[in-house]
């Protein structure tokens, strides 16, 4: 299953194409103008099964938005607490090096957008879900 999820914010989004079997797929962080050409693109490269919105900053836009360019139905969900997750996942395939790795991870932020590991995240709990119920 290939899950296309999206972090919306009022300025710039997080895009994941993530897949059950194989993993992140794509990842990147585009400016909110950008969204449905990104995710198109994707549409065309990948059979998304699912289309994952996060339910909080102007996911009402996103998600007409999306339903236009990509004509099909789309998952409103929720996202409490995926920045944080988000910021341990970054750091988790980006752990910080010299003396930033004695620095508890908590208290760092890193050095880029990190947008789309929260939608990373969002399609992650939404495949481990779906893995319980069957």
């Known amino acids: ?15 994941a194409l993530v897949s059950g079997n194989r993993g992140i797929l794509r990842r990147s962080v585009v ?5 449905g050409e990104v ?6 490269l ?6 994952l919105v996060g339910g909080s900053t102007g996911s009402q836009a996103v998600v007409s938005l999306l339903e236009r360019e990509l004509q099909r ?3 409103v969900v929720d996202e409490t607490h995926s920045t944080e997750r988000a910021r341990l996942r970054y750091f988790k395939d980006h752990p910080p ?6 620095w508890p991870l908590g208290l760092q932020v890193p050095p ?7 939608a990373v995240v969002l399609a992650e709990d939404y495949l481990a879900s779906q893995a319980l119920e069957a």
């Open 1 to 15: 299953m290939v899950i296309l999820a999206v972090d919306p914010g009022s300025k710039k989004c997080g895009l």
């Open 31 to 35: 400016a909110r103008e950008r969204v």
């Open 39 to 44: 995710c198109r693109q994707w549409s065309d």
């Open 46 to 51: 990948f059979p998304i099964e699912r289309v």
């Open 73 to 75: 139905p789309i998952s």
């Open 97 to 102: 090096q010299g003396w930033r790795r004695w």
């Open 112 to 118: 880029e957008p990190y947008d789309d590991y929260a």
